[in-house]
């Protein structure tokens, strides 16, 4: 395999957002690697379960300042749109980050067909939403590593951190390598969360923080063939789904009450 004096990787994205192009920004400050390629994804439906999960948190969520914060953003993205300024600004930044990342923006069809040397990096999930088939993840030769918000294969699937929280068992995020299943695949490291919080909202909140700061130590252990977990031990019941809106709201009060 060529060698480097960085590690090369790619990220695959829903969009290309500013979220995204801070991600970007973040994970370059490290000068231990270097992204090659953005990969952007086609446009996937929610699945019925995620979309249960979206609606379930926005009534438990849905307090007085939350609302007010989020009508002030969409209408502030809306008169941005009607303008025209929001598409200018991030084509602007995107011109101006490939041009001091030197990265290259590739978009997938159904087949995830690339140029060869884009499955040669190690690739990471940023904000993707979907099951990639077994067929894609094999094309690429070093691996997928996404990042699920608690510790797997103990908590899998969806709102897994809010039952990790629920049975008071140690809470953080899984750097785990993608395979065929749901968060079933070798175990990288896990970031334990060691900030306090004060409400379910701020916890969700600093397992994202969390989240985005652990990629990178997260590619620089694996590609030094670091495995925390090379065989973990897959059980039904560690995939318990949705969690229902009275337990959501019942977890709240228990947190809030301290």
């Known amino acids: 395999m060529k060698m480097h004096k960085y590690k090369e990787i790619s990220i695959i994205c829903a969009c290309i957002d500013l979220g995204l192009l801070q991600f970007i920004r973040q994970i370059s400050s490290n000068k231990k690697i270097k992204i090659k390629a ?35 953003r ?10 025209g300024l929001k598409k ?30 884009i499955y040669k990096y190690i690739s990471i999930v940023y904000s993707f939403e979907g099951i990639l088939s077994e067929e894609i993840i094999k094309k690429f030769e070093r691996g997928i590593i996404n990042i699920h918000p608690a510790k ?29 299943g749901i968060d079933t695949g070798k175990v990288i490291k896990f970031f334990e969360l060691k ?14 923080e969390l989240k985005y700061k652990s990629y990178v130590e997260a590619i620089l252990l694996y590609s030094s063939g ?13 995939n318990r789904g949705v969690m229902p ?14």
Do not use: C
């Open 152 to 180: 797997i294969p103990e908590y899998r699937g969806l709102d897994a951190s809010l039952w990790a929280l629920k049975d008071e068992s140690k809470l953080g995020v899984s750097a785990y390598l993608i395979d065929k």
């Open 88 to 117: 200018i600004l991030l084509y602007t930044i995107v011109i101006f980050y490939r041009f001091r990342y030197s990265f290259s923006i590739v978009y997938a069809n159904d087949l995830w067909e690339f140029n060869r040397d």
């Open 38 to 72: 953005i990969i952007v994804s086609q446009t996937r439906s929610v699945h019925p379960k995620r979309q249960e999960q979206i609606n379930n948190r926005k009534i438990v969520f849905n307090d007085s300042k939350l609302k007010l914060l989020g009508m002030v």
């Open 195 to 208: 900030r306090k919080f004060l409400s379910l909202e701020s916890y969700i909140s600093e397992l994202k």
């Open 245 to 258: 809106k009275k337990t959501i709201f019942g977890l709240k009060n228990k947190v809030q009450k301290g």
């Open 226 to 238: 670091k495995i925390e977990n090379e065989y973990p031990i897959i059980k039904k019941d560690q």
């Open 74 to 83: 969409k209408n502030l993205v809306f008169f941005l749109e009607l303008i």
